[in-house]
Structures are given as C-alpha cells and as structure tokens.
C-alpha cells in the first residue's frame, strides 16, 4: 500500500543554521506530495505541494523536489528562524473512492534555538 | 481563511461514556470533512471520510458503530466516540475541504485530546 518514511527528530538547530528533512514515499500511480506544519498549539497547515516529477514547491523559504527515481520529496531551508520551530509532515495524497486523500509520515519535531 | 475549529479542545470521561467532538469550516463550505486519529509521536491516520449528507466512508479497521460521524450541514462535522474505553484515549484532529475552491488542499482543525479514565 502506500506509505510516508521521514526523519525521526527531534532536530535541534541553531537559528540561520541549514534545515534538511528527508522524506521518502511508496505509493501506486503518481500521487501528489506534501508538506504540511504544524505550529505549536496550532493545526496542521499546508506549507508547500508538488503535483508531479521535477515539480518544486516553495514556500516561506522552505523548498521540496518531487523526485520520482528516488520517490523522495525532501524538506529543505536555507536558513531557519525561531519561528520555525514547529513539527514537519510528509504526507502524500491517493485517489479515492470517496475523493483524495492523505497519507502521512510521523512528523519530524524541529526546535531552532537562538 | 479556510479556518477549522474543532470542539472541544480536550475532554475527560468515564469508562463507557461517550463523547461527541465538533468540527466547523468558519469562513467556507466543506461538503467533504475527514476524520484522523494522533497517537504519541506516530503519524496521523485517517479514520474516515464525512461527506454532506451522505454515509462517512470508514477505512478498514476501523467501527463505524464505534465511531459516529454525522455531517449534517456544509459546515460542521461530528464525530461521537461511542461506549468510549481507555484505549480510545488519543488526538483527534479534523480537516475539510473548501467546496468552492476544489482541489485536495485540507485544511485542518487544532484537534482534540481524548482522555478516556
């Protein structure tokens, strides 16, 4: 069936430092990918999508590359900020029969420190 | 926009009660809600789909007779834990899909902590 893998965290970064989050899905056909955050106290809200092969999604700083020979979809920013302290979701989305719908990863926690 | 309440925020119960959780699209139409359950530092896991006034489509595995969802109206979305016992004790979070819009974004509720005694 399908499946998300990412990255146990928690991360701790110091701020500005370089964010990578790995993602790697199975999944039958060509599903759409995601990155969904979730804030603390807060639900969960998309962050970025890629909707097929060598798309980028970009967000926020935030950037992810829909590779189809590796089924990756991994997280990166350049330089991170407190406020990006948060949990990270990987998730992928099937067709249904009662419409699309989510897969998701355990959620990477990541705390950025100043 | 596109803002999911949900309600309550956390709830204690007795052993065999049940507990009834809401969800609301606040600013949009959402003839489709879904349904996921949270536990400790696992992933989301869908539960079912709640489809406007129509049956919820349950995933395998999971009661329906257990867990009732009624979507009544085109924004809000129940979900009542029935004879609730402590292994129900978990997270459960919402989401709904804006009608007018279309596409697969959902946007989620802040969730609900179940505690079952």
């Known amino acids: 069936g399908n499946s998300v893998t990412q990255m146990e965290g928690p991360v701790t970064l110091s701020e500005e430092a370089f964010l990578t989050i790995n993602c790697t899905y199975t999944?039958?056909?060509?599903?759409?990918l995601f990155w969904y955050v979730q804030y603390p106290g807060e639900g969960l809200q998309l962050l970025l999508k890629?909707?097929?092969?060598?798309d980028k999604g970009s967000n926020k700083g935030f950037e992810a590359t829909y590779r189809k020979e590796t089924t990756s979809f991994h997280l990166e920013k350049g330089s991170v900020q407190v406020s990006d302290s948060a949990v990270y979701f990987c998730?992928?989305?099937?067709?249904?029969?009662?419409?699309?719908?989510?897969?998701f990863g355990g959620g990477t926690r990541v705390l950025v420190k100043p | 926009g596109a803002v999911v309440s949900q309600h309550p925020s956390r709830v204690i119960c007795k052993s065999g009660t049940s507990v009834k959780i809401e969800c609301r699209s606040l600013?949009?139409?959402?003839?489709?809600m879904f349904w996921y359950r949270q536990f400790p530092k696992k992933s989301l896991m869908l539960m079912a789909t709640?489809?406007?006034?129509?049956?919820?489509?349950?995933e395998q595995g999971v009661e329906k007779d257990k867990f009732l969802i009624n979507h009544a109206s085109l924004t809000l979305s129940t979900l009542t834990v029935t004879s609730a016992h402590p292994e129900d004790s978990s997270f459960y979070i919402c989401?709904?899909?804006?009608?007018?819009?279309?596409?697969?974004?959902?946007?989620f509720g802040p969730g609900t902590r179940l505690l079952v005694l």
């Open positions: 989401s709904a899909r804006d009608s007018k819009r279309g596409g697969e974004t959902q946007y």
């Open positions: 999944a039958t056909g060509y599903p759409s």
């Open positions: 890629a909707t097929k092969a060598d």
């Open positions: 998730a992928l989305s099937r067709a249904g029969a009662a419409g699309n719908k989510l897969t």
């Open positions: 600013d949009f139409q959402a003839t489709t």
């Open positions: 709640s489809n406007e006034g129509s049956k919820a489509t349950y």
